[in-house]
């Protein structure tokens, strides 16, 4: 049978906010457990939440950006359930009446082909705390500093069918929280999460199949492999005559395999009601226009301006355009250097091959945009080849200092005394006069064959030091004349 | 609306509240006692009336994003029923 | 007069004239404390060192011609408001061990106004009662009949100051828990416009109707003291950023011209006739004195007590589900895994009637049940609202009883809890629209206090206080205090 996967995500975009979203804590990570915990934060009896503006104009920049309705009044209510690492006994959320209703989000797929993924809707809720298993003795440490930091949870329609299309969304979210600065995009640090939905029908069916959760996804890898796998295991429930359980699964990234959490049977009753502690939020029309006036560039208002600006392919400029992160690097790298195409080269191959070999992000890349336009400089004004110039890119990634101290270090300059290269070429021709006979009679087509030896020679001479334009030229005049 | 003692156990589940089976009886009559004069609201006439949740029909205030708390580490380990290294300590939770 | 018979605005102005000072003053309630408190069983702790800390610091105050509005003037607190160091009990094992690190609004404001702390008052438990008979820590005893309850929530706090152990208390009231007891005990009490008063720091039980106000002798002393309790609080999402009104220079404005409006609701059929006479009377000294009196309807607010039953639950339930024996309060011993420590925890630590409330309140709120509780009890909620509303175009101030009966014997209803409900059967429904009433000692039927209500408009206390003080002016039953026997 041919089958058709159904996926809908739920992700959970952390709020790059100072504080948290219902109390004055800071949100910064890595500090010692519970220090960045308030009275609220770990549910002292008494404590009352306020609203922080901040979240609010975060989550209405998003609803700009994907083109949803902003509602102008939005609820918060209390989700009912008992974990330790919730530490009121609910979490405050939003059900009925989210702050963002609808919207879309359009992907270039691979392929070329585009698509658009509708959203359900997205609203404003606090995280909880971390639980940590290990150095307990057997007991879970609870860890409160993440209770209460800001989570904008953007929920999409069903409308993805396969584990590239959920990580082209996936990705393109990325770019679109990241671009509007409303998010760190910090993958590492837990500051998106992907929910998975998956059902499975056969092809041209338009009912739903029975759908499975898998939560737990911090890696756009992981939700890939995820996916693969839970539509390969649902395939084969059902192949086999079995029926897909509705359930919630979470997904291991050390086994790279899911298990069964939770079925549907033993769901918690969440219990929500409108949280008494909070007033209806309303959002002024005023208020929404003046955040429209102050947009960021997006990703795709920005994929065509490199097109444009830049000459850039389209594939090229999709590349570059989606993480604001990147897109900055690339205009750094061009207004130092002038050179679009070599920049966009560059930043989409060497570099990006060594940044996901390092799992680095290109912020923190070893080798800073003016560095990569002073080596394309180089490379320009003759200085160094371009094969040469990926030695000097790897010794600045090493850190070896900047591009023309690693040049002057390592003697990488291109030998441009014409003198010093006529005497080589004079020596290479002397030393190998077999060669030089044979080249002389043969045809044009054969010569142009055997000119490469001569080259070749030339350059194991220099040390690859030579400006290969000096050897043909000097060469040719050599061996022809 | 009466409640069975099964009732009363899923809902006392949910709670996290324990009964034993002696209380259960007793809990479950008293508890029909407030349900029957619960139970009143239902000839009340609601419909196209809007639910209220807060007496005063205002909107939430927002603040200004700053850091305002310190560290009360200190001052709130000392209540924990059970603590280690700045966490607390519950049996091992397992997913 | 005896110290702890005389109205905060006397204590007031002898401070102020040096006729004793604040630790005087303070030393005087804490010996009343130290002999009368162990049978009343008003509060749950004294704080006798702090006080007379705290006297010293109002005298020297004072002496600098730095004092605040309250200083020097010993209170007590119910022990549902946070005090940082101090045990913050809510009359509930659950917090039996917990001490609060930080101050609720209400108490560092009233700190503040140069206010000495004599100690937290007893209390029904988590608020969570008509008698104050379910506290961990005993019931109190009512000081005008040892056998009877005091009322409740705020049965400590009332006790406390008719017995004359403090000249003035906090209370919360959420379904009457200020005005019942005052009206048990012979005091006045007010329970402000939700809204008026922070809750930043009072323990939750049900936060869209939870209202802190104070506990006095007279009205004009819960005028100082609303005062001085009130106000925007920026840290409380739901307090009114509002000025507070001058409540006090208005005490005395004449009531010629106001209309009182008595709802034929608060007069059934079954109603002790005695109780309603008290009203009735009431209501003739204020006619002599020019008010006029309509007859009213408030015709949903039958249904008031069921839907509070259904809201105020459902909140406490969600309030209540940070008592988990994890961060702090009552942890069981040896817990198995993580469900036994919660269900022992929470078993162990909480009374009955509070987890009774849990049951009612998740149940209410749990799926397939939602709609047809808690939804309905939130439209009820908006009918009594407007049927308020509609009434305050026609009046000014909306009077009744307090309460049903006077104080009934210990043990009377502990073990019926619907019978227990309705001795709020006249205070709820203005919880529910958010509105501040007051109550005041009218009358007396057995030697007992019988307290009348005054409801007004949202944010109108200082009308209530105005009439209140008025009918006080020419009464003197708030003036009569219990025989409390030998005399400190």
């Known amino acids: 049978m041919n089958w058709e996967a159904v996926i809908g995500l739920e992700v959970h975009v952390q709020l790059n906010t100072r504080s948290k979203i219902f109390s004055g804590s800071s949100t910064a990570v890595g500090a010692e457990p519970n220090s960045q915990a308030s009275l609220l934060d770990l549910g002292m009896p008494g404590t009352l939440p306020v609203l922080n503006r901040e979240a609010v104009n975060k989550a209405v920049r998003l609803g700009l950006a994907i083109d949803a309705r902003i509602s102008r009044r939005c609820v918060f209510e209390r989700k009912n359930y008992f974990y330790p690492d919730l530490p009121k006994g609910y979490q405050t959320s939003q059900l009925a009446e989210p702050i963002i209703l609808g919207g879309e989000i359009s992907l270039n797929l691979e392929d070329g082909s585009e698509k658009t993924v509708r959203l359900h809707h997205a609203h404003l809720e606090e995280d909880a705390g971390k639980s940590l298993h290990e150095d307990f003795h057997g007991m879970t440490g609870i860890d409160l500093n993440r209770a209460g930091t800001p989570l904008i949870e953007v929920v999409s329609e069903p409308d993805m069918h396969s584990a590239a299309e959920a990580v082209a969304f996936a990705r393109k979210l990325h770019a679109i929280v990241t671009s509007l600065d409303i998010c760190d995009g910090d993958m590492s640090q837990g500051s998106m999460r992907f929910d998975v939905n998956v059902s499975i029908r056969p092809r041209g069916e338009q009912t739903l199949g029975t759908r499975t959760e898998t939560k737990n996804l911090n890696s756009f890898r992981f939700m890939e492999m995820a996916i693969h796998r839970e539509i390969e295991r649902q395939i084969e429930v059902v192949e086999g005559g079995g029926e897909v359980v509705q359930e919630t699964r979470l997904f291991n990234g050390e086994t790279g395999q899911a298990r069964t959490m939770r079925i549907k049977e033993e769901a918690d009753d969440y219990r929500y009601f409108p949280c008494p502690d909070l007033l209806p939020v309303v959002i002024e029309e005023a208020d929404i226009e003046a955040l429209r006036t102050d947009m960021p560039e997006l990703p795709d208002a920005r994929r065509e301006r490199f097109a444009q600006q830049y000459g850039l392919s389209d594939y090229d400029a999709g590349l570059l355009s989606g993480e604001r992160a990147t897109a900055a690097y690339f205009e750094a790298v061009v207004a130092e250097c002038g050179d679009a195409k070599q920049a966009a080269n560059w930043i989409n191959g060497e570099l990006a091959a060594r940044l996901n070999a390092g799992e680095i992000g290109i912020k923190d890349s070893p080798v800073n945009s003016a560095s990569l336009a002073r080596i394309i400089e180089r490379v320009a004004d003759g200085t160094i080849s371009s094969k040469i110039a990926k030695q000097v890119f790897e010794a600045c990634w090493q850190g070896e200092g900047s591009p023309d101290e690693v040049i002057e270090s390592r003697g990488l300059k291109q030998m441009s005394d014409s003198g010093e290269l006529e005497r080589i070429v004079d020596q290479v021709i002397a030393d190998n006069p077999d060669q030089v006979a044979g080249y002389r009679a043969a045809d044009e087509k054969k010569q142009k064959k055997m000119f490469g030896f001569f080259v070749g020679q030339v350059m194991k001479q220099t040390g690859g030091k030579a400006n290969p334009r000096e050897v043909n030229r000097l060469l040719g005049e050599k061996l022809d004349g | 609306m009466a409640l069975d003692r099964e009732t009363v156990a899923q809902v006392a589940q949910l709670a996290r509240l324990r009964l034993d089976e002696t209380e259960s009886a007793a809990v479950t009559d008293r508890l029909n006692e407030i349900l029957g004069m619960v139970d009143e609201l239902q000839q009340a006439e609601v419909a196209d009336v809007e639910p209220m949740a807060h007496p005063l029909e205002l909107a939430q205030p927002l603040r200004a994003d700053e850091v305002t708390e310190s560290d009360r580490r200190d001052d709130v380990m000392g209540l924990a029923p059970a603590e280690e290294g700045g966490c607390y300590l519950v049996p091992r939770v397992v997913e | 007069m005896k110290l702890h018979e005389q109205s905060l605005a006397s204590l007031k102005a002898g401070l102020e004239q040096g006729d004793f000072s604040s630790r005087q003053l303070t030393q005087h309630f804490l010996e009343r404390i130290r002999s009368l408190d162990p049978r009343l069983n008003s509060f749950i702790t004294v704080t006798a060192d702090a006080a007379l800390a705290a006297a010293d610091a109002a005298d020297a105050a004072r002496a600098r011609g730095e004092a605040g509005p309250l200083c020097g003037l010993p209170l007590a607190h119910k022990d549902i408001f946070c005090t940082r160091g101090v045990r913050t009990s809510c009359g509930s094992r659950m917090l039996d061990n917990f001490t609060s690190p930080y101050d609720a609004t209400v108490v560092a404001r009233m700190a503040a106004a140069g206010a000495v702390m004599l100690g937290k008052t007893n209390m029904d438990e988590f608020a969570m009662g008509s008698s104050n008979e379910t506290s961990y820590y005993g019931p109190v005893r009512n000081p005008w009949d040892q056998d009877r309850v005091p009322g409740g929530s705020s049965g400590g706090s009332a006790a406390a100051v008719a017995a004359g152990l403090a000249p003035a208390a906090t209370g919360t009231d959420t379904g009457g828990s200020i005005r019942q007891p005052a009206a048990l005990n012979g005091i006045t009490g007010l329970k402000p416009t939700y809204g008026r008063v922070s809750r930043l720091g009072m323990v939750a039980f049900a936060s869209s109707l939870d209202q802190a106000g104070p506990m006095a002798r007279s009205a004009a002393d819960c005028a100082l003291l609303l005062e001085a309790m009130a106000g925007h609080d920026p840290g409380d999402s739901t307090s009114v950023d509002r000025p507070v009104d001058d409540c006090q220079t208005g005490l005395d404005r004449s009531l010629e011209g106001l209309t009182v409006g008595l709802p034929e609701e608060f007069f059934p059929q079954n109603l002790d006739p005695r109780i309603a006479e008290v009203t009735r009377e009431a209501v003739r000294e204020l006619e002599k004195q020019?008010?006029?009196?309509?007859?009213?309807?408030?015709?949903?607010?039958?249904?008031?007590?069921?839907?509070?039953?259904?809201?105020?639950?459902?909140?406490?339930?969600?309030?209540?589900?940070?008592?988990?024996?994890?961060?702090?309060?009552?942890?069981?011993?040896?817990?198995?895994?993580?469900?036994?420590?919660?269900?022992?925890?929470?078993?162990?630590?909480?009374?009955?009637?509070?987890?009774?409330?849990?049951?009612?309140?998740?149940?209410?709120?749990?799926?397939?049940?939602?709609?047809?509780?808690?939804?309905?009890?939130?439209?009820?909620?908006?009918?009594?609202?407007?049927?308020?509303?509609?009434?305050?175009?026609?009046?000014?101030?909306?009077?009744?009883?307090?309460?049903?009966?006077?104080?009934?014997?210990?043990?009377?209803?502990?073990?019926?809890?619907?019978?227990?409900?309705?001795?709020?059967?006249?205070?709820?429904?203005?919880?529910?629209?958010?509105?501040?009433?007051?109550s005041m000692p009218a009358g007396q039927l057995d030697g007992l206090p019988a307290g009348v209500q005054v409801i007004g408009n949202y944010f109108d206390e200082a009308r209530i206080l105005n009439v209140a003080h008025r009918y006080q002016q020419a009464t003197d039953w708030h003036r009569r205090s219990p025989d409390t026997g030998g005399e400190a």
């Open chain 3, 290 to 438: 020019g008010a006029r009196v309509v007859d009213i309807s408030l015709p949903t607010m039958k249904y008031s007590v069921p839907a509070y039953y259904v809201i105020a639950p459902a909140e406490a339930s969600s309030n209540l589900a940070r008592f988990d024996g994890v961060r702090y309060g009552y942890r069981c011993e040896h817990p198995e895994n993580l469900t036994d420590l919660y269900e022992r925890s929470r078993s162990g630590g909480f009374g009955d009637e509070v987890q009774r409330r849990i049951l009612v309140g998740t149940w209410a709120l749990s799926h397939g049940y939602y709609d047809a509780y808690y939804l309905r009890a939130q439209r009820v909620r908006r009918l009594i609202r407007d049927d308020f509303a509609r009434a305050f175009e026609k009046v000014d101030v909306i009077m009744g009883p307090t309460t049903p009966e006077t104080a009934f014997p210990l043990g009377a209803k502990s073990g019926d809890p619907v019978n227990m409900y309705m001795a709020d059967v006249f205070t709820i429904a203005v919880n529910l629209a958010g509105l501040p009433a007051l």
